[in-house]
Nanobody, 124 residues
Framework: QVQLVESGGGLVQAGGSLRLSCAAS????????KGWFRQAPGKEREFVAA????????YYADSVKGRFTISRDNAKNTVYLQMNSLRPEDTAVYYC?????????????????WGQGTQVTVSS
């Protein structure tokens, strides 16, 4: 069974930090590109960050560049999102994504896999 399970969300004050984790199960996902998306209330889901299988290349939305860092541990089949200098506008449900191609997980993840989401709330 293929599954992505996020953890690490919560409530934090503006300027604070959180680290999200996404554990993947299922051998097929171990070699997939991974990424993070988010969806704020009343808004469409948007791309946040992505990383290739090797970890050699990373991609970020302009709104999080310099503040968020994506990384992965293939031995644990886990991808992380370190979020620093958080802002109230970062408040959203954050979703882990996996796709066989990096172009998928940096786009809409069509044909890929999704986690169930974890809530991040940043208070001002």
């Amino acid at each position: 069974q293929v599954q992505l399970v996020e953890s690490g969300g919560g409530l934090v004050q503006a300027g604070g930090s959180l680290r999200l984790s996404c554990a993947a199960s299922g051998r097929i996902l171990s070699s997939y590109a991974k990424g993070w998306f988010r969806q704020a209330p009343g808004k469409e889901r948007e791309f946040v960050a992505a990383i290739t299988y090797s970890g050699g290349s990373t991609y970020y939305a302009d709104s999080v560049k310099g503040r968020f860092t994506i990384s992965r541990d293939n031995a644990k089949n886990t991808v992380y999102l370190q979020m620093n200098s958080l802002r109230p506008e970062d408040t959203a449900v954050y979703y882990c994504a996996a796709h066989h191609a990096i172009v998928g997980v940096t786009g809409t993840n069509e044909g890929g896999y999704w986690g169930q989401g974890t809530q991040v709330t940043v208070s001002s």
